[in-house]
């Protein structure tokens, strides 16, 4: 294995992902073969009933192994906590970051940016306060006694 495994989606969640999408396809092909039998059996009538009560568990069946198969899909594609089973952020933030990753990385580019922008924000530079003359209205320092332009005390 590679030197960074937490890095990768994990086997077994890959694993998941392709069971998932089988499970999908059976599903799919199940449901689909009821229609396609239906128009097979266009217009015959015999044991009508007894072969509509077994389509109808047949297109059940394949809707219930998609739902599944997708269900299964999810959570290997995004974790338990991508595909919102586990909400612990701190899960989820490790859970997502091969998705994000392949997603050309931009939601961890953000998130650090935005910790970036936090830490590097300098403290705000103290406020310049100036005084001005009451007698020829110059502008002095705050701290200034006398004027720098007629000398007057501020
Ligand atoms: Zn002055």
């Given amino acids: 294995m590679p030197n960074q495994p937490q890095r990768e989606i994990p086997p077994d969640r890959a694993l998941l ?3 998932g ?14 229609f396609v039998s239906g128009c097979m059996n ?9 072969r509509a009560r077994g389509e109808m568990a047949r297109a ?9 198969g997708q269900g299964m899909r ?6 338990l906590a991508g595909s919102g089973v586990v909400l612990d952020p701190q899960k ?22 935005a910790g970036l922008a936090k830490t590097t924000d300098a403290p705000a530079p103290p406020p310049v306060v ?8 110059a502008l002095n320092d705050e701290h200034a006694k006398f004027c720098n332009q007629c000398g007057q005390p501020v």
């Fill in 74 to 79: 999810a959570l290997g594609a995004a974790g």
């Fill in 92 to 113: 989820a933030r490790k859970d997502l970051e091969p998705w994000s990753r392949s997603a050309g990385g931009m939601l961890a580019d953000a998130l650090d940016e």
């Fill in 17 to 19: 992902y392709y069971a």
């Fill in 130 to 137: 100036k005084v001005r003359c009451r007698g020829c209205a």
């Fill in 42 to 50: 266009f217009g015959n009538f015999d044991h009508f009933e007894e």
């Fill in 21 to 34: 999408m089988l499970l999908t396809a059976v599903g799919m092909l199940l449901f689909l073969s009821v």
């Fill in 60 to 68: 059940f069946g394949g809707m219930v192994l998609m739902a599944v």
